[in-house]
Each structure stands twice: as structure tokens, then as C-alpha cells.
């Protein structure tokens, strides 16, 4: 297992559509730590990840398929550097 850290916006209709929740859903049935976030733009969300990096990947997926209310238009992943500063998945409001 590698353990890898990433950091993702996602762009579109994704604020007041339910997407926090759902990436929320997804990071944690897949055992991933971090945040999402609301970005103040409006049409922004920024994913804060550490875990597996193949479950990293699964959640880039469903990042990009996004909520059913939301609009997808672009995702741009950041590779980090562990920091192992997260024990769980968490939205911050």
C-alpha cells in the first residue's frame, strides 16, 4: 500500500448540491482522511486527502462524476507530501 497525499479542486455547479456530502460518503467508505471544503469563488470545492493512493484515485473518480445535482467541469489534483496530520474525513464548513 502506498500512501500518498493529494489536493483537489473541483469545478462547476458544486456548492448547494449536495457534492461535500457525497465526496464525504465516498472518502470514507474508502478509509481516506482529510477535508472538503466550500471554496469562497462559488463554484469551487477543494478536497484535502491522505491515504492509499489507489482509493485516492477511486475518490478522483467519483469527484468527477460528481452528485447528482452537481455539474462537473474540470478537477485539478496537486500531489503533496504526506504530512499525516488527518485521523479522519471531515467536512469543514
Do not use: C
Amino acid at each position: 500500500m502506498v500512501v500518498r497525499r493529494a489536493r483537489i479542486i473541483v469545478k462547476g455547479l458544486v456548492q448547494g448540491v449536495g457534492f461535500r456530502y457525497f465526496i464525504y460518503k465516498h472518502a470514507r467508505m474508502l478509509g481516506l482522511r482529510g477535508y472538503v471544503r466550500n471554496l469562497p469563488s462559488g463554484r469551487e470545492v477543494e478536497i484535502v486527502v491522505e491515504g492509499d493512493e489507489a482509493s485516492i484515485q477511486r475518490l478522483i473518480e467519483a469527484a468527477r462524476r460528481g452528485s447528482p445535482l452537481a455539474i462537473v467541469e474540470s478537477i485539478e489534483v496537486e500531489w503533496e507530501e504526506v504530512k499525516g496530520d488527518f485521523k479522519t474525513f471531515t467536512i469543514v464548513f
